[in-house]
């Protein structure tokens, strides 16, 4: 979109300023083991985006956020030329100053926090009862904060550590923050048939306002899995990008750039199950 400002560039969104604003959007662009891969994923951008907008509804009663409009009609004047390209996959926020944490809340065991508990019998130096199993849901949710990495994973830190590096003040906020968004969306997720994992948010402040920012409880940033195929022991069936993992797994990639293209099926497959995940959350077609 020549002659707009990119302010940011991720694995899978462009930010764009304007002034005091900023125009998200999210690509089809899909991330596997820390690479972007050349093959874009049909609908996926806009699956992201939608759902955020659904999330950021649904919540209105729990944290305020950055959002302002996703009509482009109602955006800056330079960025209506380039509908076809925003419409249905962007949003319009307030530039809000970031807090540097990844807000992560589980409710179940799985991914890095499975293997942290394997290792050391806590997740993020919180001590978990002993035998668990992988994916078995915790006794009660965990704030489990990470470094926000531009490039490569995030990081698990522990809760001390975010203290020192924001506040203590600050620190026990995003904490309680989370976990409440948490245990809202957890609760409506189970009432669609769907377990919500864990899941990551991002906060930052508009003046003295803490506001909930960037994508919310989508794919990228979640677990779901399906209610009724749920047993605890393994690895879940989820709505997201495990085909192309499993994909690249199988034909025995070295994880390292450049990605390799993605056939036909795999991704076909995959933009269904991010449709399918917003289908079964919202109760509407994409």
Known sequence: MP???????GKVRDVYASGEYLVIVATDRLSAFDCILPTPIP???RVLTQLTLFWLDLLRDVTPNHFMTANVDEYPMAFRPFRDQLEGRSM???RAKMIEAECVARGYLSGSGWKDYKRTGAICGIPLPAGLSESERLPQPVFTPATKAQTGHDENISFEDVSRAIGKDLAEKIRDLTLAIYAKASEYS???????ADTKFEFGFLGDRLVLADEVLTPDSSRFWPLAEYQPGGPQPSFDKQYVRDYLESMGWNKQPPAPALPEDVVSRTSEKYREAYCILTGQEL
Not at 190 to 196: D, N, S
């Open 43 to 45: 609908d996926k951008g």
């Open 3 to 9: 002659g707009l400002d990119l302010h940011a560039r």
């Open 92 to 94: 319009l926020v307030h």
């Open 190 to 196: 189970r009432t669609r048939g769907i377990i919500l």
